[in-house]
């Protein structure tokens, strides 16, 4: 590697001038020239048969230009939206999804026709007019409740509500039980969240005839993918669609999948004769953007009385919603993460997807691995406690040791030092006199309580082997170009995509340490489908780094080869004897000889080559890596818990987390400040409420949906280990997801540690006021 | 029926016609062009959209464009000054005060106020006065961060910034 310069320096981002002056590129800051505006017409009602649809009035409106329905659509779109088989390939039934409801609509928010108007006023406007005939039918809308074969079915006509239903065992899980001293029972609810990046969805589309292109601009993780889905679905080339995605207002994984919308906007393009914007209000993303979690675990953990684990067998029953998200079923990884960062003789999950009356769910931040983390977890402490056991004591007496480590599941952990991270943490908290402190407390009627999280993830998706399967075909690797003008500007494009991570920054620290130049002189592209490499595989999984930066890496080597081989022959040396240095090739033992990156990069454009050698330098990699890489870390969460109102106090949150070699700590400390903030959002304040009988979404605003403020959250203490990854020559693993999958149990296992004296043995999410006041006037009850 | 609205914005005098109906914010960002100015929830909770009316930190989803006819609005961009970065937009830029940025225009509006009330604020004033806004990347540290430092360049550097902060003495006014 190139002498370091640039890689592990705190830089500020790049991206960031642009941004803090009002001159980001978001979708909704664009309109093409004659644009018109798009309103949904959605379905009120979980569950309904339309009748008909009236819209004469609505498209009698003057400035209404078309009011269009499924039957209008099927005329342009072709086939379902897609289903991949993320983690489970074995799926039962899976709803066929077209992207506007034609008989039946079996969620609430589900759209069943569109409006387009000159303006804003008009669409919303005649949106109104529209008239739908509903026959309103039973709603599922509880996923366990789902399961009885006498109840309703989310779809009509359909056998049951069982989407998947398989069991993965690894290990001897018979013998683990056979030999258990004691066996201990969990059940463990994760709400849905609504993952609600500040940036609603937008939509815009332009179709132009003449060349046959669509060019459609909205906010994805994942352009190239959303290309490929609609590009199919429009019978249309993926050259004559171009998918623009600039400055994105997060994600957290809401904008992996393609949506309704993606396809019923262009289609609307094609069929209008004009460019057409769809902009999403905040209620229409409450209810129709994907959601997370939504699911409920139950599981029995066999331990020797001296906390050893033996087995543990667990069933997840996942809320899938309506359809079968694009890539719901990545979330039953939660089965293969539920070994966590321990030792078992066997290990059997048994996943299982529910269908409901509600919005699909699908990756939010984590998915899967915060809900596999959040079981493993509490099941350590449920087993510390019923063991008279400190829970520190137990972690440490089962943590793996030896890596690369083989999980029940196969799976094969690449580096840890899961006792070092636990170390550090306790030592941080100075965890012995935290229970002195605890201790005295609770004499006094003081509840304090302290939450361990000790985490594994999987992250860095992924290996071609196991990932084309995952997305029925294409495999998670990732590419890059460089592209070196004769000036020496660099310019490098990645199939990644940036939305708040920086990439920006870090890629272009990457470059610069590999190629020998300045920063300045790199620039980085992304979100445009019609540059770079032929496909992008986008962010979500904690991948961009250790997949996409390493694919950024290798086109730089790529180039600094052809470039060392240029300058042996313009120096007239042995290639052997040429070395980069700081931007300069110069001949091994005389430095005087030598040549700057610009001079070469200019005379691979001349015509003084070496025999063979062709003009140009630049160059395109695809990475694929070995593994995937995993992060862990340990995550500590003192609380205190006020016993009269269940009010919870987060009095300290020591984060210490081993992501592998770290590019740029500045970003690494951000990305986990922010995952921890939505793990505690997740343990405290946030659920997405549907009504028990009518299945009405009730949190369809952010009054109703709790998103912390910047006066309910602490300032967590982070630190960072570092245990290089040995899956990537950087050594780099993965942080964005991190924070999330660790916290939410911390503050968990703090408030069911705080509360333990006065009998209450579990808490689930979020533990609001109300639910612990509940909670303990149930056990206070004589 | 359309209603004349006249205003300045960023120092620019300028005269629409607008449906009664028109939001704040839809004006600024769609008849003035001002894009800075963003959208997040629609029920002023998040306060993406905020600006400063008359020197008032003012969220501009939740008022009609009609009410602002006779106010001084700054935006975002009317922050910077000569090429300059308000002292808040380079705090925000050197404390690593934003992710994906989309909040970040209503952050920094909503400090331009605070601190011209507050010029050097305890954290938990911090917290009040910035918990009308919404941040779902950075979990708050470094825009509380953020704060503090532009408070401690400001105040070293004697005074209020120029940039719109300033602007207004007049009478506030307010949404709805």
Same mark, same amino acid.
Not at chain 1, 20 to 45: A, E, I, K
Not at chain 1, 50 to 56: G, L, M, Q, V
Not at chain 1, 481 to 493: D, E, L
Not at chain 2, 97 to 106: F, K
């Given at each position: ?10 830089i500020q981002r790049r991206e960031d001038p642009r941004l803090v002056t009002g001159h980001g590129r978001f979708t909704d800051d664009r309109s093409p020239r004659g644009c018109c505006v798009l309103q949904v ?78 303006? #804003? ?31 309703? $079915? ?37 709400? $849905? ?6 940036? /609603?969805? *937008? ?43 600039? %400055? ?13 919308? %993606? ?8 069929? !209008? ?32 009385? %001296? ?42 999950? @048994? ?13 939010? $931040? /984590? ?67 935290? #229970? ?9 009627? $003081? ?34 170009? *460089? #592209? ?68 950024? #890496?290798?086109?730089?080597?790529? *180039? ?34 030598? @040549? ?49 109102? /269940?009010?919870?106090?987060?009095? @300290? ?91 939410? !149990? ?23 006021? %109300? ?12 | ?9 960023? &120092? ?27 959208? &997040? ?136």
């Amino acid at each position: 590697m190139a002498v370091t310069q640039l890689i592990g320096a705190r830089i500020q981002r790049r991206e960031d001038p642009r941004l803090v002056t009002g001159h980001g590129r978001f979708t909704d800051d664009r309109s093409p020239r004659g644009c018109c505006v798009l309103q949904v017409v959605r379905s009120p009602h979980p569950h309904a048969r339309i009748r008909s649809i009236d819209t004469a009035r609505a498209a009698a409106h003057p400035d209404v230009l078309r009011v269009l329905t499924a039957a209008d659509f099927r005329s342009v779109l072709h086939g379902a939206m897609p289903v991949t088989p993320s983690f489970v390939a074995e799926k039962r039934q899976v709803p066929e999804r077209f992207p506007i409801a034609t008989e039946e609509v079996v969620y609430q928010g589900e759209p069943v026709a569109v409006v387009v108007a000159r303006d #804003r006023a008009a669409a919303v406007d005649a949106a109104e007019w529209v008239v739908v005939d509903y026959e309103p039918l039973p709603a599922v809308v509880d996923p366990i409740a789902a399961l009885d074969p006498a109840g309703p $079915r989310a779809h009509a006509g359909a056998p049951d509500n069982v989407c998947w239903d398989v069991t993965y065992t690894g290990g001897d899980v018979a013998g683990a039980f056979a030999d258990a001293e004691l066996v201990v029972h969990g059940r463990i609810v994760q709400q $849905r969240l609504a993952p609600t990046p500040i940036e /609603g969805r *937008v939509v815009v589309a332009e179709h132009d005839p003449y060349d046959e292109r669509m060019t459609i601009w909205l906010g994805s993780q994942n352009p190239h993918f959303i290309r490929l889905f609609v590009s199919q679905a429009l019978q249309m080339a993926e050259t004559q669609v171009r998918v623009v995605s600039r %400055d994105v207002g997060g994600g957290f994984g809401s904008k992996i999948s393609p949506y309704p919308e %993606d396809y019923l906007v262009p289609a609307a393009a094609k069929l !209008v004769g004009r460019p057409v914007k769809w902009v999403e209000t905040r209620t229409e993303a409450m209810a129709g953007t994907t959601h997370g979690r939504g699911q409920v675990f139950e599981a029995d953990v066999a331990v020797r009385r %001296d906390g050893t684990l033996l087995g543990m067998r667990l069933t997840q029953t996942l809320d899938v919603g309506a359809y079968c998200g694009t890539f719901g079923a990545f979330q039953a990884v939660a089965v293969y993460m539920a070994p966590g960062a321990y030792r078992w003789r066997g290990v059997e999950g @048994r996943t299982i997807g529910v269908l409901t009356n509600r919005v699909p769910t699908d990756p939010y $931040r /984590g998915a899967g691995r915060p809900e596999g983390t959040h079981l493993v977890e509490r099941m350590v402490d449920l087993v510390a406690r019923e063991l008279g056991m400190d829970q520190a004591e137990v972690r440490r007496r089962n943590f793996v040791t030896a890596f690369p480590f083989t999980n029940p599941f196969g799976f094969v952990y690449d580096s840890g030092n899961y006792h070092g991270s636990l170390d550090l943490a306790l030592a941080a908290v100075d965890y012995p006199s935290l #229970r002195r402190r605890q201790a005295e407390g609770r004499a006094a009627g $003081r509840y304090l309580g302290i939450g361990l999280s000790t985490y594994v993830e999987i992250c860095g998706f992924g290996p071609s082997a196991p990932t084309a399967g995952a997305t029925g075909g294409i495999a998670l690797v990732e590419g890059a170009q *460089v #592209r070196v003008f004769p000036t020496g500007s660099v310019a490098v494009y990645v199939g990644t995509h940036a939305h708040g991570q920086g990439h920006d920054t870090t890629f272009a620290q990457i470059v610069a340490d590999t190629l020998g130049v300045p920063m300045e002189q790199v620039e980085l592209h992304h979100g445009d489908t019609d540059e770079g490499t032929g496909f992008g595989y986008g962010t979500y999984g904690s991948r961009s780094l250790s997949v996409g930066g390493m694919a950024v #890496r290798g086109a730089s080597l790529l *180039v600094r080869e052809k470039a060392r081989r240029l300058a042996a022959h313009l120096l007239e040396a042995a290639e052997a004897d040429v070395l980069v240095e700081r931007g300069r090739f110069a001949v091994r033992g005389s430095p005087a000889s030598s @040549r700057s990156f610009q001079e070469v990069a200019l005379a691979a454009y001349g015509a003084n080559l070496p025999s063979g050698m062709e003009q140009g330098l630049e160059a395109v990699h695809y990475f694929d890596p070995a593994n995937f890489v995993w992060p862990f870390g340990a995550h500590v969460c003192v609380v205190e818990v006020d016993p009269d109102t /269940g009010q919870v106090t987060i009095e @300290r949150y020591v984060a210490v987390d081993d992501c592998g070699t770290v590019i740029n700590p500045m970003i690494v400390e951000g990305q986990v400040q922010g995952g921890i903030a939505q793990g505690i959002a997740q343990a405290l304040f946030e659920e997405v409420v549907y009504d028990p009988d009518s299945g009405q979404l009730r949190t369809g605003t952010l009054l109703d949906y709790l998103v912390p403020t910047m006066s309910e959250l602490p300032v967590p203490e982070c630190s960072r280990q570092v245990t290089p990854s040995p899956t990537n020559e950087l050594g780099v693993k993965g942080v964005g997801e991190a924070g999330t999958i660790a916290a939410s !149990v911390a503050v968990i296992n703090a408030i069911c540690d705080a509360l333990q004296p006065l009998g209450i043995r579990h808490v689930d999410m979020p533990a609001s006021p %109300d639910r612990l006041w509940q909670q303990l006037q149930e056990v206070r009850r004589p | 029926m359309a209603e004349r609205v006249r205003l300045t914005i960023n &120092g620019v005098a300028r005269e629409d016609l607008v449906e009664p109906r028109t939001l704040l914010v839809h004006y600024i960002r769609e008849v003035a062009g001002l894009t800075g100015t963003h959208v &997040g929830c629609d029920t002023s909770q998040c306060g993406a959209c905020t600006v400063l009316v008359d020197g008032d930190a003012v969220k501009s989803c939740t008022a009609f464009a009609v009410q602002a006819d006779g106010a001084t609005i700054t935006t975002i961009e009317g922050l910077a000054r000569d090429g300059e970065l308000h002292p808040l937009q380079q705090a925000f830029w050197d404390e690593h005060g934003l992710q994906c940025g989309y909040c970040t225009p209503g952050f920094i509006m909503a400090s331009v106020k605070l601190l011209a009330d507050t010029p050097e604020p305890s954290d938990d004033e911090i917290r009040i006065g910035l918990e009308g806004n919404l941040c779902r990347c950075t979990g708050y540290v470094n825009i509380l961060k953020a704060v503090r430092t532009a408070s401690r360049r400001m105040t070293e550097a004697g005074g209020a910034p120029t940039g719109g902060a300033a602007a207004g003495s007049a009478a506030a006014r307010t949404a709805g």
